[in-house]
C-alpha cells in the first residue's frame, strides 16, 4: 500500500436526518496503523458517523466526500464497503432469528474472500478459525449455533461482534460504543481482542461516550465531536481530560 | 331459520304500519335478504332469535311514565333515548339543546357489517343528531320498553372538537333493540365512548356501529356488554385520515343461555393509522360468546400499526368462546400483531388464594377482575369503571 | 455447513426448474364428464363394483355441489366439461410389471425431476411410487417393504389386492360429501398411493410418492390412502411438479391418514407445480383436501408442508384428534410471488381428551402474491385438558403483495388451553443492513432472513427434503427484492 495515501480522509462532511442536520462539516484523516478516538456527548453525531461510513440507508448527505484508500467510499453499497475491508461494530447489534451465526459469519468471510479474488474457506479450515477465535473472546460454542444474536445477553452480542471482527480482519474497524454495556473483565477481553489486531496496516476508529475502553485500547489521537464538528483533537490525555471536566468545556471553548 | 319466511313477515309487518317509508330499505331486504350463518362474517351470529321476534314494527307508544334510571356521571349531561325516540322527560334541557331531531338516516352502504342495519331503515322513526364544534360531556341512554325499537343516533365532531360519551343500552322487559350509531370524526377530534349494554335476559339486540375517523383524531372505545339474551354488534370502522387512531377495548360476560357476538372490522386506509383491540370475554353456564376482529389495512395505509389481543374464560362445561383475531394486510410496511387465547380460571391462583383464607367465590370473582383487569382498567371514568366490575365479574364479600 | 452451501447453490438457479413436456403416447380420455366417463375410468381399472358405486354416488352429490367462494383466492370460473378426466401414457402391454418395463422417457423425466426412483433411490433408501398424470408409474422397494408387511402400492393396484382395506377405510376421513373438489376426486381420480403399514412396524425406509401432470388440459386426481396399524410408523414425502403452459390446469387430490392407537405418520409435502408466469398466465389450481385422523389413543399425526408452486393453493391439511391423548402437528411455509395466490392452514378438531396440536405456519408474499393462513382450531366438550399453540407468522416483500390470517377458535371445554400467536411485518431494514455491513449481498441477505424465518417448520422435514425446500424457497422468491 501506498503510504501516501491515508486508510480514511473525510472533507467537510455534512449530513441530516429527517431534514435535521446532524453532521456539520466533519473532517478527519485517519492514517494505516493508526486508532484514533472519537468523543462526545450524547446526540453529537458520533453513531451517525459511524453510520454514514457503512452506508446505513435514512442519512442525508448534503456535502463532503469519504475517501477510503483513496476510493470514494459514498458511492459504495453497505455490502461493498464492508467488502473492501470496512467493518462496523454495532453499538446495538441486531437479532436475526432462525439465521445460523456461524452460517452468517462464513457467509460474510466468504464474500469478501471472493471480492478479493481468494477461493471460500473450506468447512474445516472455517471452524478451526473460528474456535480459536471464540476460544480468545472466551464465547461459549454453543453461540456458534444459535440465531444472529438470538437471545444473546448485551455483553455476548458485544462479545459476537468482537468474534466477527477477529475472524473478518478488516483493513478499518469502525466500532461504535462497543464499550457500552460491558463489566469490567468483558471490557478488558473486548480490548484484548482489538488490541491483537493492531498492526500498520490496520485502522481503528472508535467511538465512545467514556474513556474507559481508551485504557485498554490506547488510542495514538483523541476527538472531540460535539454539535455535528469535530471541535478538539489531541492525544491520549485529551481522553483523561474530558473524563475529568466532562464536555461542556469544550463546547464553551468552541463557542468563545 | 326460514329467511325467505322471516323477511316476508318483516315485510309484513312494515306494510302494516303503513310502509312507505323506505322504499329502498324495503327492496334492499328483498334483493339482499338476512344475513346467513354460512356468510364468514355472521358465522356466530345467532340469527334464528329474529324468528322469536313477534313484531318487528316500532313500538307504538310511546311510554310516558318516567323510567328507573341509573345514576348519572358527575359532569355529564343526560339524553334519553326511549323506543327509538327522543324523550324529552328523562333527558336534561341541556342535553336536548345540545342536539336535534331530524329525520330517519337513509339506507347505510351495504357491506356484510352493515346488512342488519336494514331493519332500522325499514322501521326507524327518527335520527338524534349530535353534532360538536368544542367540547360536550353527554350520557345517551337507547331504552326499549318491550317490543322492537330502531334508535339512531348520528354522532359529528368538527375539526379538534373532544368528546365524552356515555352510551348506555337497556330494556325494562323483552325487546328487540336494533340501534344503529354513525360516529364521524374530523381532523384531529377526540371521541371517548364510553358503551355499557345491560338489557335485560329477554331482549335481543343487534347493533351497527359505523365510524369515519378524520387525521389525526382518536377514537377510544369502552364497551361492556352483559346483559341481553342475544347480542350482536357489527362495526364497521374507517381510518380515513392520516395517523387516525382507534382504540376498541371490549369486555362481554355470559351466563345462561345467553349469546353474544362482536364483529369488529377495521379499515386503514391511510398512513400511519393505528388500532389496538383488546377484547376479554367470559363464559359461564350454556353461553357462547363471540369475538371476531377483522383487521384489514390497505395499500394506500403504509405505518399502520395493528395490534388485537383477544382472550376467553370459560368457566363451565357448555359454554363457548369463539375468537378471531383476522388481519388482512396490503403493504408491506406495517407492524401487526395478534394474539388470542382460552382457557380457564388458574387453578393453582384459585388455590394460592384459597390457602390465604379466601372463600372460593371471593378467590373466583378475584381472579375473574384480573382477568378482566385490561379490559376494565381502560375505562377511566371511576364510577363506571366500578359498576362495570361488580356486574361482570362479581361483588367481593 | 451443507445446508449453507446448499443455500448459496440454489441462489445460482433460474426461475421454474421443472417446466419441461415429456413426448409420450398417452392415452386420454376425451374431455367432459358424466356417468358414463366414471364408468370408463372404474372399467380401465378393473375395479370391483362398490369402488363405482361409490363413484357415482359422489358424482351424483358433486352435482348439487357448488364450487366454494369462501376462500381469499379469484380465479376465472372453471368449466368442468373443458377437462379430461383420464389420461395415462399408453403401455404397450398390460403395465409395467418391474422397472425395467417402465417407458425409459419417463424415467428419464423422473430423473430430470430429481425423483431418486432408479438406483439412486436404493442408494439413498427412499421407495417411491411415481404418479404421471392420472397412473402410478413405478413403486420401487416393494420387496423390501412387503417383508416387513408394508403394503405400498398404486391405489388401483390396491383397489385390487386389498380391496377389504379400502372398502373399509376409504372415505372414512374424507367422506364423499366432504366438499365440491373431494367429491369431484370420489367421482373421477384415477390413481395415487397406497399405504398400510401392520401393527408395531416401524416403516424401514421413507415412503415417497411423486406427482407429475403431463397432458395438456387434463386434471389430476389422484388419491391417497395411508393407514397406519396400532403401533405402528411411517414417514411419507409428496413431491409434485408440472411443466410450464399458457393454460391453468386443476389438480384435486384427497389424502386421507388413519392412525389407529400409538400409531404415528408423518406426512410431508414439497409442492411446487408450475406457478404461472410473471404476468400470472397458467399455472396448477391446487385445490387438495388434506385430511388425517387421529383415531386410536396416544396417536400422531404430523403435517409438514413447503407450498412454493401453484397458481392457487387452496388446501387445510387437517387432524381429527378423536383418540385420547392424540397429537396433531402442522408445519407450513407458503410462499407467493408474482400473481400466485395461496389460501392455506390446518384444522385441529379435538375430541379426545388430552388432546394436542401446534400449529406453526409461515407465509411470505411477494411481488403481487396473495397469501392467506385459515385455520381453525375447535375444542369439543369432550376435550377435556386438550392444547393448541398456535404460531403464525406472516413477511412480505415488497408493497403490493397482501398477507392475510383468518384464525378460527372455537372452545368448547373449560379446561382446554389455546394460544395464538401471529405477527405480521416486513424484513427489517435494520436486519438487512446488518447482513451488508457483514459483506453479504442484498439478495444472500434476503434469502438468509427468510430462510431463518422458516427454519421452525424446515427443521420438521426429513434431511433430505429440507435442502430441496431451501433451494425452491430461494427460486420462487427470485427477484422478489431488487
Known amino acids: 500500500m501506498n503510504a501516501a495515501i491515508p486508510m480514511l480522509e473525510i472533507t467537510d462532511l455534512k449530513v441530516s436526518v429527517a431534514g435535521q442536520q446532524v453532521l456539520r462539516g466533519v473532517n478527519l484523516r485517519v492514517n494505516a496503523g493508526e486508532v484514533h478516538a472519537i468523543m462526545g456527548p450524547n446526540g453529537s453525531g458520533k453513531s451517525t458517523l459511524a453510520h454514514v461510513l457503512a452506508g446505513r440507508p435514512g442519512y442525508e448527505i448534503t456535502s463532503g466526500t469519504v475517501l477510503f484508500e483513496g476510493r470514494d467510499l459514498l458511492s459504495l453499497a453497505p455490502e461493498e464497503r464492508a467488502r473492501a475491508g470496512l467493518f462496523l461494530g454495532f453499538q446495538y447489534p441486531v437479532e436475526i432469528p432462525g439465521v445460523n451465526n456461524a452460517y452468517l459469519l462464513k457467509a460474510a468471510l466468504n464474500a469478501t474472500r471472493r471480492s478479493r479474488g481468494e477461493s471460500e474457506i473450506d468447512a474445516f479450515e472455517f471452524l478451526a478459525l473460528v474456535r480459536a477465535r471464540m476460544a480468545a473472546m472466551q464465547i461459549d460454542e454453543s453461540l456458534l449455533s444459535r440465531g444472529v444474536n438470538e437471545g444473546f445477553s448485551g455483553g455476548e452480542k458485544k462479545r459476537n461482534e468482537i468474534l466477527q471482527l477477529l475472524v473478518l480482519e478488516p483493513r478499518l474497524a469502525v466500532l461504535d460504543e462497543t464499550d457500552s454495556g460491558l463489566d469490567i473483565d468483558a471490557l478488558k477481553l473486548v480490548a484484548q481482542g482489538i488490541n491483537s489486531l493492531r498492526s500498520s496496516a490496520r485502522s481503528f476508529v472508535l467511538v465512545t461516550h467514556y474513556q474507559r475502553l481508551l485504557a485498554f485500547v490506547v488510542p495514538d489521537y483523541v476527538h472531540v465531536l460535539a454539535r455535528g464538528r469535530v471541535l478538539l483533537s489531541g492525544d491520549r490525555s485529551l481522553a483523561l481530560e474530558l473524563e475529568k471536566r466532562g464536555y461542556d468545556w469544550v463546547q464553551e471553548q468552541a463557542v468563545a | 331459520m326460514n329467511s325467505a319466511a322471516t323477511i316476508e313477515r318483516i315485510l309484513g309487518d312494515y306494510e302494516h304500519q303503513g310502509g312507505a317509508r323506505s322504499a329502498v330499505a324495503a327492496r334492499a331486504l328483498l334483493e339482499k335478504g338476512l344475513p346467513a350463518v354460512r356468510d364468514e362474517r355472521w358465522r356466530h351470529a345467532n340469527l334464528r332469535v329474529l324468528d322469536q321476534i313477534p313484531n318487528f314494527a316500532p313500538h307504538a307508544t310511546v311510554q310516558a311514565l318516567p323510567a328507573k334510571l341509573p345514576p348519572l356521571a358527575p359532569g355529564f349531561l343526560r339524553l334519553l333515548i326511549r323506543d327509538g325516540r327522543r324523550s324529552t322527560v328523562g333527558s336534561d334541557g341541556d342535553a336536548l339543546k345540545a342536539t336535534r331531531v331530524a329525520p330517519a338516516a337513509a339506507p347505510l352502504n351495504p357491506s356484510h357489517e352493515t346488512h342488519l342495519s336494514v331493519l332500522g331503515d325499514l322501521f326507524a322513526n327518527e335520527s338524534t343528531v349530535i353534532e360538536v364544534r368544542e367540547h360536550l360531556a353527554l350520557e345517551v341512554i337507547l331504552l326499549g320498553d318491550g317490543g322492537a325499537s330502531y334508535p339512531q343516533l348520528d354522532i359529528k365532531l368538527a375539526p379538534g372538537a373532544r368528546v365524552e360519551l356515555i352510551e348506555r343500552q337497556l330494556s325494562s322487559a323483552p325487546s328487540f333493540l336494533c340501534p344503529r350509531i354513525g360516529v364521524t370524526l374530523g381532523d384531529g377530534a377526540t371521541l371517548n365512548h364510553y358503551r355499557l349494554q345491560k338489557c335485560e335476559r329477554g331482549t335481543v339486540l343487534f347493533e351497527t356501529l359505523t365510524a369515519i375517523l378524520g387525521a389525526g383524531s382518536r377514537y377510544d372505545v369502552r364497551q361492556v356488554g352483559l346483559g341481553s339474551g342475544t347480542a350482536r354488534t357489527s362495526a364497521l370502522l374507517q381510518l380515513k385520515g392520516r395517523d387516525a387512531q382507534l382504540r376498541w377495548t371490549a369486555l362481554a360476560t355470559g351466563s345462561g343461555e345467553q349469546r353474544a357476538d362482536t364483529l369488529l372490522r377495521t379499515e386503514h386506509h391511510a398512513p400511519g393509522t393505528r388500532t389496538e383491540e383488546l377484547f376479554r370475554g367470559l363464559a359461564a353456564g350454556q353461553s357462547r360468546i363471540s369475538f371476531s376482529a377483522d383487521a384489514y389495512v390497505d395499500a394506500k395505509a403504509p405505518g399502520s400499526v395493528v395490534r388485537q389481543s383477544l382472550r376467553g374464560l370459560i368457566e363451565e362445561r357448555g359454554a363457548e368462546i369463539d375468537l378471531r383475531p383476522r388481519l388482512a394486510i396490503h403493504t408491506d410496511d406495517v407492524q401487526a400483531t395478534h394474539g388470542a387465547t382460552t382457557g380457564q380460571l388458574d387453578e393453582a391462583l384459585l388455590f394460592y388464594l384459597l390457602s390465604r383464607g379466601l372463600d372460593r367465590d371471593s378467590a373466583r370473582v378475584l381472579l375473574k377482575r384480573a382477568f378482566l383487569g385490561d379490559a376494565l382498567s381502560a375505562i377511566d371514568l371511576p364510577a363506571l369503571r366500578a359498576e362495570a366490575e361488580l356486574a361482570a365479574a362479581g361483588e367481593l364479600k | ?482
Not at chain 3, 388440459?217 to 411419507?236: H, M, N, P, W
Open chain 3, 1 to 482: 455447513m451443507s445446508e449453507a452451501n446448499a443455500q448459496l447453490d440454489a441462489l445460482l438457479g433460474g426461475s421454474y426448474r421443472h417446466g419441461f413436456v415429456t413426448d409420450v403416447d398417452a392415452d386420454t380420455v376425451a374431455p367432459g364428464l358424466d356417468e358414463s366417463v366414471v364408468r370408463l375410468i372404474s372399467r380401465k381399472k378393473g375395479e370391483p363394483q362398490f369402488m363405482l358405486d361409490w363413484r357415482l354416488r359422489a358424482l351424483a352429490h358433486w352435482r348439487t355441489q357448488r364450487e366454494p367462494k369462501w376462500a381469499n383466492v379469484t380465479h376465472p370460473p372453471i368449466d368442468y366439461q373443458q377437462i379430461s378426466y383420464y389420461s395415462a401414457p399408453k403401455k404397450k402391454t398390460d403395465g409395467p410389471k418391474s422397472l425395467a418395463e417402465v417407458d425409459p422417457k419417463l424415467l428419464a423425466t423422473y430423473e430430470k425431476l430429481g425423483v431418486p426412483l432408479h438406483e439412486r433411490a436404493r442408494l439413498a433408501g427412499v421407495a417411491v411410487d411415481a404418479v404421471f398424470d392420472s397412473v402410478s408409474v413405478a413403486t420401487t422397494f416393494k420387496e423390501r417393504l412387503a417383508k416387513a408387511g408394508v403394503i405400498f402400492c398404486p391405489f388401483s393396484e390396491a383397489v385390487q389386492q386389498h380391496p377389504e382395506l379400502i372398502e373399509r377405510y376409504l372415505g372414512s376421513v374424507v367422506p364423499y360429501t366432504d366438499n365440491f373438489f373431494a367429491t369431484l376426486n370420489s367421482a373421477v381420480f384415477t390413481d395415487g398411493s397406497f399405504v398400510y403399514v401392520p401393527p408395531g412396524v416401524r416403516c424401514p425406509m421413507e415412503l415417497s410418492t411423486y406427482f407429475r401432470i403431463n397432458a395438456a388440459k387434463t386434471g389430476q386426481f389422484e388419491r391417497t390412502l395411508i393407514i397406519a396399524d396400532e403401533g405402528a410408523y411411517v414417514s411419507y414425502l409428496e413431491g409434485c411438479s408440472a411443466p410450464m403452459r399458457d393454460e391453468n390446469q386443476l389438480h384435486a387430490a384427497v389424502v386421507e391418514l388413519i392412525a389407529l392407537q400409538d400409531a404415528q405418520i408423518k406426512y410431508s409435502t414439497v409442492q411446487n407445480w408450475y406457478p404461472g408466469d410473471e404476468q400470472g398466465r397458467g399455472g396448477i389450481y391446487n385445490f387438495v383436501t388434506k385430511r388425517g385422523e387421529c383415531r386410536g389413543a396416544r396417536s400422531r399425526i404430523s403435517w409438514t408442508q413447503v407450498e412454493t408452486g401453484s397458481a392457487i393453493t387452496w388446501k387445510y391439511p387437517s387432524c381429527v384428534l378423536r383418540g385420547a391423548g392424540s397429537v396433531g402437528e402442522f408445519y407450513s411455509v407458503a410462499t407467493v410471488n408474482h400473481f400466485q395466490q395461496a389460501d392455506t392452514g390446518t384444522k385441529m378438531i379435538h375430541i379426545g381428551a388430552d388432546t394436542r396440536s401446534t400449529i406453526v405456519s409461515k407465509g411470505i408474499s411477494s411481488g403481487h402474491g396473495q397469501n392467506a393462513y385459515r385455520g381453525l382450531v375447535k375444542i369439543f366438550p369432550s376435550a377435556n385438558g386438550a392444547r393448541n399453540f398456535t404460531q403464525c407468522d406472516s413477511l412480505l416483500l415488497g408493497p403490493q403483495c397482501g398477507a392475510h390470517t383468518f384464525p378460527y377458535i372455537e372452545v368448547r371445554n373449560p379446561g382446554a388451553i389455546v394460544e395464538h400467536e401471529a405477527s405480521t411485518s416486513k424484513i427489517s431494514e435494520d436486519q438487512l443492513f446488518y447482513c451488508q455491513q457483514r459483506g453479504v449481498a442484498t439478495e444472500d441477505a434476503v434469502n438468509m432472513i427468510v430462510s431463518g424465518f422458516c427454519k421452525s417448520v424446515f427443521k420438521e422435514l426429513p434431511m433430505e427434503f429440507a435442502v430441496e425446500a431451501q433451494n425452491l424457497l430461494a427460486v420462487s422468491l427470485e427477484g422478489a427484492v431488487g
